[in-house]
C-alpha cells in the first residue's frame, strides 16, 4: 500500500512539473513572438505604456493606434507619432501636413526615418565614445540632459538612452543632449518649424519602450513629447487626434486631396519614387538586367542597321554657298530687306517719303529738306511742278510724315497693318512726282 502511494505522489509531482513546464513554454513562445516597439506589446521593449501614458492625458478617444494612416482625413490639428519606421516613409506628404499646421515627432535610430530627416537637412552623427554621465558605466546607455529650454523637455531630467545616434543640424532649437567627456557634446533631440507645423526627431527610438520608462527622466520625456505633439498652437487650438505607429506602418493618400483621383496619382507617384528607392539601393534584379541589356543591345543593331545602309545627303560647305541679297547691303540688300515678308510695309512706305523728299530738295539746291508745304511751294515757284502737283506732293508729304511720327510712337500698331496695295498706290504717285521733278527745266 505505501508503494502504490508513493508511487501516485511521484506521477502527481511529474504531472505538475509538465503543466508548469508547458505553461513556461507557452509564455517564452509568446514573448518570442511579441513584435520590439509593438504599441500594443505589454513586454519590455513594447510601447503600451506610452500609449496609456497619452490616453490618461488625453483620453482614449483621442489617441489612435494604427499601421496605416490615410492622409486623407488628417487635419491641421491632429499629430503623427512615428516610431522606427522600417519602410519609405512618404516624405513629400509628411512635409505638406507639416507646412499645413501639422506636428510629426519621430523617434527613429536605425530605421528609414534618414529620408524625412534629410529632407529638413538633418543628419545623423555618432555618440560620444566616452560620454560624461552613462548607466553602469556602458556607453550605449549614454545619459542625455535638456539642451534648452524648449517647450518639449521644459519638466524633463535626465533620460536614458539605449544605442542612440546624435543628430545636427546647426539652425534647429537644441532639445536633448548628451555631453561629451573631452569631446565635443552631441545633440539627441532636434526641433523646429516646417512651415505653421512642426517637427521633433529624437535619435533613439527604444527612449520610450516600457522598459525605459521606469526611469523619471523617460517617463517625464514621453509625456512631454505627447503634450509637445498636441499643444495648442499661435494659429488657434489643436483638438486633433495624435497617430501612435511604428515599424512597419504606411501612410495613404494625399494630404489636401479629398478625391480619389488626387489619391490615386499620389499612390503612383510614391510607388514609383519607392520603385526608385529600391533600385538605388538594392539594385537591378538578375533577371531584369538580363533583360534590360538584351534590349538596349537589339536597340543597338536595328539603330545601325537602319543608319548603314542610307547614304549621307551632300551638303554645301558654308563658305561657298552663295549670300542672301539682304545680307550683301547696298541697294540690292536694301531692297531684299524690304521685299521680306516679315518686314513691316511701313518700312517701303518710309523708304518712298525719304527718297522723295531727298530728290526735290536736291533739285532746288537744297543742303537739307524742308516741312512738306514750303518744300512744295519752292518746288512750285522754281518751276519744277504745277500747282496741282505742288499741292499733291505737300499732300503725299505729310501722310508719310504721319506714318513716321506714328511708327515710332505707341501708335505703331496701326501703321504695321499697311497692305502691299496700299504701298504701290503711294510709290504710283511718288514716281509721277520724281517724273514731273525730272522733267522740268533746271
Known amino acids: 500500500m505505501s508503494c502504490l502511494r508513493h508511487l501516485s505522489w511521484a506521477w502527481a509531482r511529474a504531472l505538475v512539473g509538465l503543466v508548469v513546464l508547458a505553461t513556461l513554454a507557452l509564455v517564452m513562445s509568446g514573448d518570442a513572438r ?63 501636413f507639416m507646412h499645413a499646421g501639422g506636428r510629426v515627432v519621430l523617434l527613429d535610430d536605425y530605421g528609414t526615418g534618414d529620408e524625412l530627416l534629410e529632407r529638413f537637412g538633418i543628419r545623423r552623427v555618432p555618440m560620444p565614445s566616452r560620454p560624461a554621465q552613462m548607466l553602469r558605466g556602458n556607453p550605449a546607455f549614454a545619459i542625455a540632459e535638456p539642451a534648452s529650454t524648449h517647450s518639449a523637455v521644459r519638466d524633463v531630467g535626465r533620460v536614458v538612452t539605449n544605442h542612440a545616434t546624435g543628430l545636427d543640424h546647426k539652425a534647429l532649437s537644441a532639445v536633448l543632449v548628451v555631453r561629451g567627456e573631452g569631446e565635443p557634446d552631441v545633440l539627441l533631440s532636434v526641433a523646429g518649424a516646417v512651415g505653421q507645423g512642426r517637427l521633433l526627431a529624437v535619435g533613439d527610438s527604444s527612449v520610450v519602450m516600457n522598459s525605459m520608462l521606469r526611469y523619471p527622466g523617460n517617463r ?11 499643444e495648442d498652437d499661435v494659429w488657434g487650438k489643436r483638438e486633433g487626434k495624435l497617430y501612435v505607429m511604428a515599424n512597419d506602418f504606411e501612410t495613404t493618400g494625399s494630404f489636401g486631396h479629398d478625391s480619389s483621383v488626387g489619391g490615386a496619382i499620389a499612390q503612383v507617384q510614391r ?26 543591345g537589339l536597340g543597338v543593331i536595328a539603330w545601325t542597321s537602319a543608319r548603314a545602309g542610307r547614304p549621307h545627303k551632300a551638303v554645301t560647305p ?125
Open 34 to 96: 511579441a513584435t520590439p516597439l509593438d504599441p500594443k506589446g505589454q513586454d519590455w521593449e513594447g510601447l503600451a505604456q506610452l500609449v496609456s501614458i497619452a490616453q490618461a492625458e488625453l483620453g482614449t478617444q483621442r489617441v489612435v493606434v494604427t499601421s496605416k494612416a490615410d492622409m486623407r482625413v488628417l487635419g491641421r490639428g491632429d499629430a503623427l507619432f512615428l516610431v522606427h519606421p522600417q519602410s519609405s516613409l512618404d516624405v513629400d506628404e509628411l512635409s505638406a
Open 220 to 230: 517625464q520625456l514621453a509625456l512631454a513629447l505627447v503634450r509637445y505633439a498636441t
Open 271 to 296: 510607388g514609383f519614387e519607392e520603385a526608385i528607392e529600391t533600385l538605388r539601393r538594392d539594385g537591378m534584379p538578375p533577371l531584369a538586367a538580363y533583360l534590360l541589356a538584351l534590349a538596349v
Open 318 to 442: 558654308r563658305f561657298v554657298r552663295p549670300a542672301p541679297p539682304f545680307v550683301q547691303g547696298g541697294i540690292a540688300g536694301r531692297a531684299a530687306l524690304l521685299g521680306s515678308p516679315s518686314t513691316a510695309r511701313v518700312m517701303a512706305m518710309l523708304e518712298l517719303k525719304s527718297a522723295l523728299e531727298e530728290d526735290v530738295a536736291t533739285r532746288l539746291g537744297l543742303d537739307r529738306t524742308l516741312p512738306p508745304d514750303e518744300l512744295a511751294a519752292r518746288a512750285q515757284a522754281e518751276g519744277l511742278l504745277d500747282a496741282a502737283q505742288a499741292r499733291d506732293l505737300a499732300r503725299t508729304l505729310v501722310m508719310l510724315g504721319g506714318m513716321e511720327v506714328a511708327f515710332s510712337s505707341k501708335q505703331r500698331r496701326a501703321v504695321e497693318r499697311v497692305r502691299d496695295t496700299e504701298v504701290f498706290a503711294v510709290a504710283a504717285r511718288v514716281r509721277e512726282l520724281l517724273d514731273a521733278v525730272g522733267a522740268a527745266r533746271p
